[in-house]
Structures are given as structure tokens and as C-alpha cells.
């Protein structure tokens, strides 16, 4: 991310033959599930995998289960698609246009539904806690943040487990044409001839504990805030006055009792659809007294759709730990019209200590659903 | 353990189309005959919605609607649960996509999320709260109730909203039968409040002692249809809520269970019986 390397590629997904960028990850087809979990594999939950084997995560897992009990630790995961692209391919096979009949490779359960990633890590990890999936498209894996939290405060669990995956998949890919919100050339968010979003994937983790129990010596970062709001206005276009994004961005300020001066940097939603990057803009105009500093992630990442929510609050995690905010990639020329100071170059302090102290990170979903997140480096 | 009180209730389920229907229904089951929900349902969706909107949205918001005034329905937070979403227009897209130059239908692909019921509602009613979809397979209907009976009692609900909880789940395409055995359509919605004032019942709710424990119906038709659909296994809630005694019920909700305590112990008991015998609607107002 420091070198402004984009992860973004042109398509070359399955026999897609869309003119489009997309973000894949790599290793995902290599990744083969323990023996008794092997009805789950299926490429969503395969990334899930692949993700949860970085960052010393099992370990951490594994601690937080000896710690508070297999039945104290939440689960809480967001997803718009799941493993759907088994049953997609399926439906493809000349097996099922002539039968009609799924072949028996196909387990509904196991991956396809959108329970299928909860279900698949609780089993990995033996989890006996609450669990439940979010999905209300992209804003899924932002607004588990808010569920889990709250379990934690009443008490229905001492810790959680957050995050959310989307793998590509041909209805993604297709459905978002046929609105023509995808871009033929790489994503350009905030750009003044931006043109739409590159489709991308992702997996992200996080373990979410109570702010007495943290290490001082690892950087903890606090959930500071979250904010959630319906635009009530349309299933696929966000109000283009901002109205749902506005609400839960002052939401959001008002859970963590912050003003929004002190809020350093925004992590946009930034699909950029002409549509959502105006709209984001005026919420953000009507949030923010003077222009707030402000990047999409997307352009490294594509739109990860129901991952993009803990995706994103990863980044902004990170912005705080390492003192960094990112550029706003692949950006030419900023669209004049916008309020904000988008971030044309990434800057990364040498200050010892840290400056960027508060990161507010926005996730919008079809059917006018919307979260923000308020990340910090100290507690409420 | 969480509290709340079941201010209003709404279901469209076969046999049942409404609650002043599922009371007659509990006091006398030998009344009920499992019959298919009409194919037509009413919905206070605006005309363009109507048309685009698919049977599962239908469903969920001909059951929601019945639990009050728009206008203050409009207020309350939003969480609908679904164990399978909308797998018709999943069978639709897929069938699009198999065939020569994958021609997927925009509306068909806005409708696919499984927040497409909840935005539908939000946009019907113009409300602007927090709308939460969830599922948990086979135990979206306790994770409704939770995620609702948490979000009414957290502190973030610094104006004491109600919360309006919707729980629907459709019949799955012929592809899918052989794996999900869902018989029935079923739609139920329940409006919960931290208030106890016109309420129908208080719940108190507790992690259970085991999933052995599973709370079942004693009518041959009513215990039908609680097992042909995941929502069902809210009818021995609405059972004990229907015949005003002091109950515990258990529902599925993982290795442990869900235990609900309901009392009826509410000062406005009498005047609420009056209430639902009165009204089409049984609402707090």
C-alpha cells in the first residue's frame, strides 16, 4: 500500500467475458479445507482460509477461547454472496440443464448460503458462542462491528469475532453490468471522469475485545463509534443527496461523543460510481465544517462488496497504528466539484507520535443501507 | 437475560392470515386447516416497488404491515431474518446466466440481496433507521430475536425505539428441495419495545440448557406447520401469547437453545383482551 501498488487486475476471472478490472486474490483455488470441514470447500469460504492464516490469527483465536470460553466468544460475520458461485457453476454443468437435479458436489448448506461462512469457522475453531451472519450487501462487514459490540455491552458474550467475506462470482460480475455501475478501465475513485467500480474480493478478521483488557505495548485500536441508516429512497441507487450516509456518519459521531474536527482522515466508501462519490461527498460537506481529508481504498482492493466493511476498517486501523493515510488510487484529476481535500498522495508521518488519532470509515449498501465506523487510538 | 415486551404482532402463514386469525386459531386449533397463502398479497408498497418487488418481499411485508401505523412503524428499528433468502430469483439469475450471453435482469439482481425485503420496507414506509438483515441457517429466527431484543436494550438506543423484527422464509425452487426442506411459506413480525405500556406480553429471554428441549405444538395441524418452515418455530410463542398464561418456551438456537419466559402480568390485561377482539390489527395505539 506504501508503494501505491494496486491489487487490481483485468479480468481473467472463469470465462468472463466482461471488459473489466477486477481485484482476485491469488492462492485461493490452492487452499484445501481440514478433511471434516470439506463439504465448506468452496471459494468464499477458501478465502476465508486463506485469510485466517495470517496475523497469528488462529493463535489469537485459540487464547481468546482459553481465556473466556468456547461459548463467550461471539461470531459475527458479514457477506453478500457466500459460496454461491459453486451453485452458479453448477447450474451451468450439462448434468443440471438436462436433470435439473444439483450434482451431488453441491452442498446448499455447507456453501451456499449465507450462513455458510459462520458456520464453516465456528466449526474450525469448535466456537460455541452466539453467531449470526449480517448481510445486507455492502454494508454487511461494517455493521457487524455494531452487533457484536453490542452483544459484548449486555453481556451476551465477552468477545467477538468480526469480519466478512466476498468471493467474485458470476451474479456479482453480471448483476452489477447490467446496471452498468462496472468500469471498463481500472476504478478511478473521486476522479472527475470516474466511471465505475472494478469488482473485487476479500476476506478480513478482527478480534474484537473489551478495552480493559488490552495490551498497551501491541496499539490497541478502539472502536470509537458506528452509526447505521436506511436511505428509504431506492433498492440500487444511494440518495443522491446523501441523506442515509449523512445520518450515519453523525450517528457515529455522536456514539463516540467526538466532534468532527477531530476526526483525522475518512476511509470513503468511494466505489467510484459517478452516483456514490457525489453523494458521499455531500454527506461528508455536510458532516465536516471545513473539508475533511479523505481516500478510497478501492482502488487497490476493487469493491469487495460484503467485505469491504471489515476490509476497510483493517486499512483504517492501520492508518492509525502506522501513522499513514492512503492516496486515492488511480485518481487523475479530482473531481472539481467535490468539497472534501481527497488525498492525491499517501502520507506517511515521522512523527514518534502518532497524528492520525481518529479515522471514520463510510459503507453503503443496495436497498439504502448504510454504517460508519469511528476508529481511534484511545478509548471513549 | 434480556427483557421486552410484544407490543404488536402480525403473520401470514397458511391457514393464518392475520393475528386476531392465529388467536381464534390457538384457542380452538381444531379451526386450523393448512391451506396455501393467496397468491396475491396486499402490500402498502408504492406501485413502482409493487411491481418490482419479488413474492419473498411480498411475504415479509404482508406480515409486517399488519403490526401497526405506517407512519409509526416508520420509527422503530428494523432487523428481518431469513434462512435462505430469495433462492427463486437466485434460480432466476443462475438460469440467466447459463444461457447465451448471460443476460441478467438489473431489477432481478437489486432484488437478489438479502436485504432486499428490508429495503423495500424502508422505502415504503420512509424509514430511515437501522435496518439489520440476518441469517443463521436454521436458527435465524432465535438470531432475529436476539439481534432485536439487543438492539432495543443497548445503550445506542438513546431514543427508546421500538424495534420491528420480521422473520420470513419462502419456498425454495424445485432445484433446492432435495436439500432444504422447506414445505410452507411463512412470514411472522413482531413489534418489540422496552416499554411495557399496551403490551401483549413480556419475554424474558436466556440462553437455554440444550437444544433437546425444543418447544412443540399438541395439534397435529398447527405442529405441521411449525416444522415445514424455520420461521414456524415461533407458533409456540405466539401460542402461549394467544392464551395468556405464564409459559416458558424453548427455540432452536444452536447446541444450547433460547429460553423465553412470558408473564402476562401487565396492568393493562383486561383492556387488551378487549382490544383484540375488537381490531382486525392488534397494535399499541
Known sequence: MKNGITGLRQNNFLDVGLDTWIGRVDEIEEQVLPGSLINYQCRNNQLAYLALQQDDFHFAVEQAK?????????????????????????????????????????????????????????????????????????????????????????????????????????????????????????????????????????????????????????????????????????????????????????????????????????????????????????ALAQVF?????????????????????????????????HNFMPQSLNTLTPDPAFTQTILMQSSLSNHSTSSIHSVASNSFGFGGNNCCLIFGDQPC | MLTCYIKAIGITAPGIKNWTEAQSIFQCPEKHKVQAIDKKLGTLLPANERRRATRVTQLALSAAQQTGDPKELSQCLQIFSSSNGDLTTFNQISLALAMEGRPVSPTRFHNSVHNAPAGYWSIATQSQTASTSITAYSDSLSAGLLEAAVQLN??????????????????????????????????????????????????????????????????????????????????????????????????????????????????????????????SKTHSS
Open chain 1, 66 to 282: 482459553q481465556h473466556y470460553g468456547a461459548d463467550r466468544l461471539g461470531l459475527f460475520l458479514g457477506t453478500s454472496t457466500a459460496g454461491i458461485l459453486s451453485t452458479e457453476l453448477a447450474y451451468q454443468s450439462d448434468f443440471f440443464k438436462t436433470t435439473g437435479i444439483l450434482p451431488e458436489s453441491c452442498h446448499f448448506r455447507e456453501q451456499h448460503n449465507s450462513f455458510s461462512i459462520t458456520e464453516f469457522i465456528r466449526k474450525l475453531y469448535q466456537l460455541k458462542g452466539p453467531a449470526q451472519v449480517i448481510s445486507t450487501a455492502c454494508s454487511s462487514s461494517a455493521k457487524v462491528f455494531a452487533s457484536a459490540a453490542r452483544y459484548i455491552e449486555l453481556g451476551l458474550c465477552d468477545a467477538a469475532i468480526v469480519g466478512g467475506v466476498d468471493s467474485l462470482c458470476l451474479t456479482t460480475l453480471y448483476g452489477f453490468n447490467s446496471l452498468e455501475l462496472v468500469a471498463s478501465e481500472i476504478c478511478r475513485p473521486a476522479d472527475q471522469n470516474r466511471s465505475g467500480l472494478s469488482i473485487g474480493e476479500g476476506a478480513a478478521f478482527i478480534l474484537l475485545e473489551k478495552a480493559e483488557r488490552v495490551d498497551e505495548q501491541q496499539s490497541p485500536v478502539y472502536l470509537r463509534g458506528y452509526g447505521e441508516s436506511s436511505d428509504a429512497y431506492h433498492m440500487s441507487s444511494p440518495h443522491p443527496e446523501g441523506r442515509g450516509a449523512y445520518q450515519a456518519m453523525q450517528q457515529a459521531l455522536e456514539s463516540a461523543a467526538m466532534d468532527a474536527a477531530h476526526i483525522d482522515y475518512v476511509n470513503l466508501h468511494g466505489t467510484a460510481t459517478p452516483v456514490n462519490d457525489q453523494m458521499e461527498d455531500k
Open chain 2, 154 to 279: 443497548s445503550s445506542d438506543n438513546k431514543q427508546q425505539r421500538d424495534c420491528l423484527l420480521v422473520c420470513y422464509d419462502e419456498i425454495p425452487p424445485p432445484a433446492f428441495q432435495s436439500q432444504l426442506k422447506v414445505l410452507q411459506e411463512f412470514a411472522c413480525a413482531l413489534i418489540l419495545s422496552q416499554s411495557s405500556d399496551n403490551a401483549l406480553a413480556k419475554i424474558e429471554i436466556a440462553s437455554g440448557s440444550g437444544s433437546e428441549s425444543i418447544s412443540s405444538l399438541s395439534s397435529h395441524s398447527l405442529e405441521e406447520l411449525r416444522l415445514s418452515n424455520p420461521q414456524a418455530m415461533i407458533l409456540p410463542l405466539l401460542n402461549v401469547i394467544a392464551l395468556q398464561k405464564d409459559e416458558a418456551v424453548t427455540l432452536p438456537y444452536f447446541e444450547q437453545g433460547l429460553d423465553l419466559q412470558i408473564t402476562f402480568q401487565l396492568s393493562n390485561k383486561t383492556c387488551l383482551k378487549k382490544q383484540d377482539n375488537t381490531h
Open chain 1, 289 to 321: 465544517s471545513s473539508p475533511v481529508a479523505c481516500s478510497s481504498t478501492k482502488g487497490w482492493t476493487g469493491h469487495t462488496l460484503g467485505a469491504a466493511g471489515s476490509v476497510e476498517a483493517i486499512y483504517s486501523a492501520l492508518c492509525i497504528q
